[in-house]
């Protein structure tokens, strides 16, 4: 067990330093001078070059390299090219937002998909099956910023009922003190009710937005796990032993089409967190991915190797982690771990 | 002596006596149909017959004759696209097939249960065998889970399996085939059933482990006075362990017999066919192991007359075969009435020596 904990990590650790290496490289081989950002177009030749050697750009890449990783390692990211600001000190404002955003998203597309689908696989009738399969269907073909587009018309211009794309909290609030970074959290902890209201209701629009995906998929993928489960010899057996077919349901069936969709889940995490770029933007969401659009037409390096170093984190985190899940809950895995 | 059953009924019951105090299930007319892309195929058809209490009755027939089909028809757990479309399975006083699934769901596992063929795929892979068996103890007795546990682990005990108590919370991978198939029996066996419906229960099995756990199905059924229901391929397993033999084919019981009786001679020629397929060590055996050339008719196709003729040593070819249905024949032997449905009952020795 600890073994395989282990080797997942180091692999874990050495897909991190790939990605980084490959960002750092690349970003290198890119045209625009990083010093000539920094100091401005007016700037004169000694000026750039004493920034150069000041930002370390003279040192040969591996120098540069090395030097960026052993300070990666002290949470020291460099520091953005734009602002001036430590890209660590940007990340750690804006991740918060990201998570909480994404986290929700996904938390919701994984209840409903499983509701949805387990409803479906359920009822003889066909009416719910088909149903399903339609709307996700469509959901799976509907592009994110075209859903958050038609969202804010709709629920928000027209009719109202949520918030405009006006970011996390509306202009006249004033941010909860800050303890996990989520506002819907640390709104409660700090017995802000009122700004709790607001922040979730901010929260919803986004959210639903960005769970449509991740539902289709969840969905598609949870009904055919159902039913193949259904027809595996141990569901008859369990029915032949007096079990009614919703307790076989409930008891055998779901649980057992439940690990499937472990994995999906942690990857469609990693993908939202990392992927939901235009909808941040359309709903002027301060997080990560409306920070990265913003890092690459200005060309600053050093915030778009720090998230392209986050991004890695956050995959290799969450499939990291689905591992874990399943080892403490399959025990066929559990039993090859040890 | 021969005497001529009615042959109104079309099936082997045709010559039974009447249902009595000691009969358990009574099955009458039963017919099982599946839809397929070639149209209704009936994998049971006109299936007659009863069990008594505590009696030992063997279903033989090959692979696909409907064996498997039949019994999970009595339980009403014939999956789609398969269909009961006919018949009655009474037990008790009750017809089965006009309860609605949760009345039986309160019968199977309880009044009947199942001992499948395939122990390794038969249970949960992510729940424990304590789990599983206090499931299944629960479902039909209101005691608490740790007198469930309790009776979990004596009957894990029962069935010979060492540390009883801690190897309940063990996963079913980490039993091996028998002793999967042990635990098995003993879920089967937990709710007391009066009918205890066995289908190839060995077959998955290394032939070591075949014997012994026949004989703890045996002595399970015989110390709780359930009936048995042995469902094979294998006549070699039958012989001194089942008071009556039903020979099915395409879908139909075509023998019944008395165990000693068939294994003294068959009164259908199939039988007769599958008795020389049986590997015997009280008789000397020279050459190769027999088979029945040709397989079962394709059920799509609509039969007239018998279904085994084409394959018939005897019949193949006779007009009277092919175009009428067999009826029903009684015939009288040292051990009682076989009941044959073949045009030839009673005369096989006769035709063969020809």
């Known amino acids: 067990m600890l073994k395989l904990i282990l080797k997942r990590f180091g692999v874990a650790a050495a897909t991190i330093l790939g ?71 940007l990340v750690r404002t804006r991740l918060p937002a990201t998570v909480e955003l994404g986290v929700t998203g996904v938390v919701t597309a994984v209840l409903l998909a499983t509701v949805f689908a387990a409803i479906a696989v359920y009822r003889k009738k066909r009416g719910a099956d088909v149903s399903l399969r339609v709307a996700s269907s469509l959901a799976m073909g509907s592009p994110p910023f075209w859903l958050a587009l038609v969202a804010i018309l709709l629920l928000s211009v027209n009719l109202g009922i949520f918030p405009g794309p006006e970011g996390r909290l509306s202009p006249s609030l004033a941010p909860p003190p800050t303890v996990t970074g989520f506002y819907t959290v640390d709104s409660l902890l700090s017995g802000q009710f009122g700004t709790f209201v607001d922040a979730a209701r ?23 796990q159902l039913r193949n489960t259904m027809r595996e010899p141990f569901i008859v057996v369990a029915r032949s032993r007096g079990l009614t077919r919703g307790s076989v349901f409930l008891r055998h069936a779901v649980p057992n089409s439940l690990l499937s969709l472990v994995a999906a889940t942690a990857m469609l995490t990693a993908e939202t967190m990392t992927g939901s770029v235009l909808v941040e933007k359309v709903f002027g969401w301060p997080g990560v991915g409306s920070m ?16 392209i170093l986050l991004s890695a984190t956050l995959y290799v985190t969450v499939s990291f982690l689905a591992d874990i899940v399943y080892v403490v809950v399959d025990p066929r895995i559990r039993a090859g771990a040890k | 002596m021969t005497t001529e059953g009615s042959t109104s009924t079309m099936s082997i019951d045709a010559a039974r006596t009447p249902a009595d105090q000691e009969t358990l299930l009574d099955v009458r007319g039963l017919r099982t149909e599946f839809q397929t892309s070639r149209g209704r195929v009936a994998a049971v058809r006109d299936v007659s017959f009863t069990i008594r209490r505590r009696e030992r009755l063997a279903i033989v027939g ?293």
């Open chain 2, 62 to 354: 090959e692979s696909g004759s409907g064996k498997s089909a039949m019994a999970m028809s009595i339980v009403g757990l014939i999956q789609p696209p398969g269909r009961v479309t006919a018949g009655e399975i009474r037990l008790g006083g009750t017809d089965l097939r006009g309860l609605p699934d949760r009345k039986l769901s309160e019968i199977r596992g309880n009044r009947i249960s199942l001992v499948f063929q395939d122990p390794m795929s038969a249970f949960d892979p992510i729940r424990t065998i304590g789990a599983q068996m206090i499931e299944n103890i629960r479902a039909h007795q209101p005691v608490s889970k740790g007198a469930a546990r309790r009776q979990a682990a004596d009957l894990l005990g029962e069935v010979g399996v060492t540390n009883a108590s801690s190897r309940l919370a063990d996963y079913p991978h980490q039993y091996s085939g028998g002793m999967r198939q042990r635990v098995l029996i003993a879920m089967a066996l937990a709710n007391s059933p009066e009918l205890v419906i066995a289908d190839e229960p060995t077959t998955a099995l290394d032939v070591t482990t075949q014997a012994q756990v026949l004989e703890l199905l045996d002595k399970l059924v015989t110390d709780r006075g359930a009936a048995l229901m042995l469902i094979t391929h294998n006549l070699g397993i039958v012989a001194g362990f089942c008071d009556t033999v039903k020979v099915m084919y395409a879908g139909q019981l075509i023998e019944e017999s008395d165990s000693r009786a068939l294994f003294a001679g068959a009164a259908h020629p199939y039988s007769r066919e599958l008795l020389k397929c049986v590997l015997r060590t009280d008789r000397r055996q020279d050459g190769l192991l027999s088979t029945i050339p040709g397989t079962l008719p394709d059920p799509t196709q609509p039969f007239t007359g018998c279904s085994f003729e084409p394959r018939c040593p005897l019949g193949k070819g006779n007009p009277l075969c092919r175009g009428t249905e067999p009826p029903v024949v009684a015939v009288e032997g040292p051990h009682g009435t076989q009941l044959a449905k073949c045009h030839f009952a009673g005369q096989l020795e006769l035709k063969e020596e020809r």
């Open chain 1, 292 to 307: 990265t659009v913003d890092a690459i037409l200005q060309k600053d390096f050093a915030v778009v190797q720090g998230v």
């Open chain 1, 202 to 224: 901010h929260l919803i629009l986004p959210a639903l937005t960005i769970a449509v995906g991740p539902f289709a998929f969840l969905s598609r993928l949870f009904r055919s």
């Open chain 1, 19 to 89: 990605a980084s290496l490959f960002s750092f490289f690349l970003l290198r081989k890119l045209p625009g001078d990083p010093a000539r950002l920094v100091g401005g177009e007016l700037a004169d030749e000694a000026t750039i070059a004493s920034l150069r050697h000041s930002m370390g750009l003279d040192s040969p890449l591996p120098q540069q390299f090395w030097n960026y990783i052993s300070a990666s390692f002290h949470g020291d990211l460099g520091f953005s090219y734009s602002t001036g600001q430590p890209v660590s000190d």
